[in-house]
């Protein structure tokens, strides 16, 4: 059974950096699209990034866009996060996650495989 999870959240302040992971057991991700989603107290779970299979291929919300770079290592079974230049309003829990259907897409109900998430706070 697959199962993924976060790790490298963290506190920071406004204008810093941080990298965060997702790492897979069970299976591999390298045939996998997967997707990075933020849900922020209150609000509804948004679609933040998603690399396809071979990390050729990426998209971004108009939030993190310029901010924020997805990438994947296939021989560690991991794909990253890395975001900076952040701001209070990315303070959220960081998911990610697999996606079910084809092509590339940030809507959270394409995607499944769940990981636990991992809470990044900002500080102004």
């Known amino acids: 059974q697959l199962q993924l999870v976060e790790s490298g959240g963290g506190l920071v302040h406004t204008g810093g950096s941080l990298t965060l992971s997702c790492s897979a057991s069970g299976s591999t991700l390298d045939n996998r699209v997967i997707g990075w989603f933020r849900q922020a107290p209150g609000k509804e779970r948004e679609g933040v990034s998603s690399?396809?299979?071979?990390?050729?291929?990426?998209m971004y919300s108009h939030s993190v866009r310029g901010r924020f770079t997805v990438s994947r290592d296939i021989a560690k079974n991991t794909v990253y996060l890395q975001m900076n230049s952040l701001k209070p309003e990315d303070t959220a829990v960081y998911y990610c996650?697999?996606?079910?259907?084809?092509?590339?897409?940030?809507?959270?109900?394409?995607?499944?495989?769940w990981g636990q998430g991992t809470q990044v706070t900002v500080s102004s």
């Open positions: 996650a697999v996606f079910l259907g084809s092509g590339l897409s940030l809507g959270p109900a394409d995607y499944g495989y």
């Open positions: 690399i396809n299979n071979s990390g050729s291929r990426t």
